[in-house]
């Protein structure tokens, strides 16, 4: 099997497990940085992994609650089993599951599933990127249109409020949705213009920053620089239409 078909069959099997826990009465932890871990992340990240072992027994795994298994491979996956878990505890149907594959530390492949609405989105590197099966593309929107959003870390407050309460002086609107994955999917299938990410982990985003690019976005670092996966976890993504005017708003905080 290749590696795109076993991440949608694990991204699916995860999120079949998730949303039959999704609005029950379901027991949560918080973590030593503060975040929701549940039951089902924990139960989803297991299925994630055996259907990956299963395949690939050789390959590495980053996954967000078990941590890193490092093998010889030049391949890892990274998995987040469920993120927006504050949403999915709350009753707010903005989760999903999110895989990527990384082959010698650049995303190849990668799904993110939303299980609310049964969408998949879908890329490999020097393919495109799909929604459901079919091929999709950043959107033609311009700054008089755009909706953009953020995903920050847990550092990132300031820096977050500052870049919201400016954002509508460059853009349309704003958005915070808490999931960072479906923030880069959404980019990838023209429902927004652009998202801010600001200090998170490799797990929200890998998958995402492909589908990104496979549908015609851009990434950079706030400077406008070309951005590296892995060398910064601040980064900009867009239809690039709206890039230069995100870049302003970047620039417009202390």
């Not at 998730?18 to 009465?25: L, M, Q, V």
């Not at 599951?97 to 939303?114: C, E, M, R, T």
Request: with cysteine; aromatic share 10%.
């Amino acid at each position: 099997m290749d590696l795109l078909t076993v991440a949608t069959t694990a991204a699916k099997k995860g999120g079949a497990i998730i949303s039959r826990y999704f609005e029950t009465s379901i027991a949560r932890e918080v973590k030593d940085d503060k975040s929701f871990v549940t039951v089902a992340d924990k139960e989803a990240e297991t299925a994630i992994i055996a259907e990956i072992k299963k395949q690939f027994p050789e390959h590495s795994i980053l996954s967000e609650e078990s941590g890193a298994e490092t093998k010889s491979s030049p391949f890892e996956w990274i998995i987040d089993p469920l993120d927006g878990t504050a949403n999915f505890v709350n009753g707010i149907p903005l989760f999903a599951v999110s895989i990527a594959v990384l082959k010698d530390g650049v995303p190849v492949a990668g799904v993110i599933y939303q299980p609310v609405g049964n969408s998949l989105y879908s890329a490999e590197r020097g393919q495109g990127t799909k929604w459901n099966g079919k091929k999709v593309s950043v959107s033609d929107g311009t700054t008089e249109h755009a909706v953009i959003t953020f995903s920050p870390g847990k550092k990132a407050k300031k820096q977050l409020n500052e870049l919201f309460g400016n954002a509508e002086d460059f853009v349309k609107s704003k958005r915070y949705l808490g999931c960072a994955a479906l923030d880069l999917a959404y980019v990838a299938r023209g429902g927004t213009e652009g998202v801010f990410f600001l200090g998170l982990n490799k797990w929200d985003y890998a998958a995402g920053v492909l589908l990104v690019e496979e549908a015609g976005g851009a990434i950079t670092d706030f400077a406008g620089k070309p951005w590296v996966f892995g060398a910064s976890d601040y980064f900009i993504a867009s239809n690039g239409i709206v890039h230069p005017a995100l870049l302003k708003l970047a620039k417009s905080i202390r």
